[in-house]
């Protein structure tokens, strides 16, 4: 059934690039390592042309069909006002150059002080946090620094995508630890089974993307058991720290006996405070450990955005319910599309965090979620991302598909009555 997308409000200003040009065929005749980049990723196909990420697809087709956006996870709301005045008045006030390589120290402060404030976590400001480019470059220069080429990571899979990238580019071998929908919790056993001779360090992420699961505190030490006994580093991914739902807390790894000594925990501002553009993140951790880190970091962009580094002190700074609001606000989110998925015929995996839910499409008829992501514009006017992009195991997502549930209410309502109108095949 054809459904002409009606016109939702939408923001230019939160919307995505639209960067979906195949990458000219991107040259056999091109030396260097892109490709095992690309392959790592996913990227590769079979003729070994590089494809644009499924995410600037999706969100070029967004565009191009006027479909509700529900791939990319970027909110169409900004974050606080107090945030946005902060990063204008530090502009207007001088804030332009270099910042320190580290960060600026109160920034490095106030990241410090949330530790303790939210978890009972003791970090040195001085010589335990580095701010960086966003969670992405932290990841980046935590595994380029921490693995040698032929060391093995370990994941869990599915996995963000960035995370493939990284460890290709650290030269490193990624072993994977699947995590099944709908629970998607960590199999006993599973995790020590992926770990081998080589293992040098795992790579968590809680809340989870793109599953949305959050570790429950058995799962977690499980993760802190493999990594004690094995004596493994561990990068933990804790992006989505602040939108855990249904009245849950997000426990860091390195709140676990034994582990904040070998765990590098990074975060960022752009989900917890809906400002994903403006890319400032952090790792802490053990001294050294962050030492080799900003080795890695300083010849990778140095620093960045110096008038956003006061805002986000300030911002995190703010009272608990600014934190609690934002998970609530996300929750409404999950249930209202949930609940349009459900009335849809999906079956839906019910995420305990994140910007999304998951959901099969197999009952409506769909076994190949590709397929109908580039087919759902067209057919109910809404955009999402196939969650096989998130696998190496191509039939464990096959008709699966990722929803982002960070936008206001009236485009999930909308996006969920369009839904409910698709047929089954
Ligand atoms: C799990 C995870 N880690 C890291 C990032 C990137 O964070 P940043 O924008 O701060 O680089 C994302 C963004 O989607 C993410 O989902």
């Known amino acids: 059934m054809d459904i002409a997308p009606t016109p939702v409000p939408t923001r230019t200003s939160g919307a995505a690039p639209a960067l979906a040009a195949p990458h000219a065929a991107a040259g056999a005749g091109v030396p260097g390592r892109w490709r095992e980049v690309a392959r790592a990723a996913n990227l590769l196909d079979a003729e070994g042309t590089v494809a644009p990420t499924v995410f600037a697809t999706m969100s070029a087709l967004a565009t191009r069909t006027g479909a509700i956006n529900l791939g990319q996870g970027f909110p169409d709301t900004d974050g606080p006002a107090s945030l946005l005045e902060d990063a204008v008045a530090a502009i207007r006030g001088g804030v332009n150059q270099y910042p320190p390589g580290r960060g600026i120290p109160v920034l490095r402060e106030a990241i410090a002080e949330h530790q303790r404030r939210f978890y009972g976590l003791d970090v040195d400001p001085e010589t335990e946090v580095l701010v960086t480019a966003g969670a992405t470059e932290a990841l980046a220069a935590a595994l380029m620094a921490l693995v040698s080429p032929g060391d ?105 006996p034994g582990m904040a000594e ?61 934190f609690a609001e934002v998970a609530r606000r996300m929750q409404a989110g999950r249930d209202l599309l949930t609940e349009g998925l459900l009335e ?20 409506l008829g769909y076994d190949d979620g590709m397929a109908l992501c580039l087919d759902l514009p067209r057919l109910a006017g809404v955009v999402g991302v196939p969650v096989r992009v998130f696998h190496d195991d191509q039939a464990a997502g096959a008709s699966l598909v990722r929803f982002a549930v960070c936008k206001r209410p009236e485009v999930l309502a909308e996006a969920a009555r369009r839904l409910r109108t698709l047929t089954r095949s």
């Open 262 to 322: 070998r765990t590098l925990t990074i975060s960022s501002a752009g989900k917890t405070f809906s400002v994903t553009g403006w890319k400032i993140g952090w790792v802490h951790g053990p001294a050294e450990l962050v030492e080799a880190v900003i080795t890695v970091k300083q010849f990778l962009t140095y620093v960045n955005g110096a008038p956003f580094q006061p805002a986000v002190a300030n911002a995190l700074r703010l009272p608990e319910e600014h």
């Open 152 to 256: 093995e990571v370990v994941v869990l899979e599915p996995y963000y995508d960035a995370y493939a990238a990284s460890i290709e580019l650290a030269g490193a071998t990624r072993r994977t630890v699947p995590l099944r929908f709908p629970e998607y919790t960590l199999e006993p056993g599973a995790l020590a089974a992926a770990v081998g001779p080589r293992t040098r360090l795992i790579l968590l992420n809680t809340p989870h993307n793109p599953t949305g699961h959050v570790l429950s505190e058995t799962e977690l030490a499980e993760v802190a058991r493999v990594a004690r006994e094995h004596d493994l580093l561990v990068v933990t991914d804790e992006v989505y720290e602040h939108l855990v739902f249904d009245g849950r807390r997000h426990v860091p790894l390195a709140t676990l």
């Open 344 to 363: 849809a015929g999906f079956t839906v995996s019910r995420p305990g965090g994140t910007y999304f839910v998951v959901a099969d499409a197999a009952p």
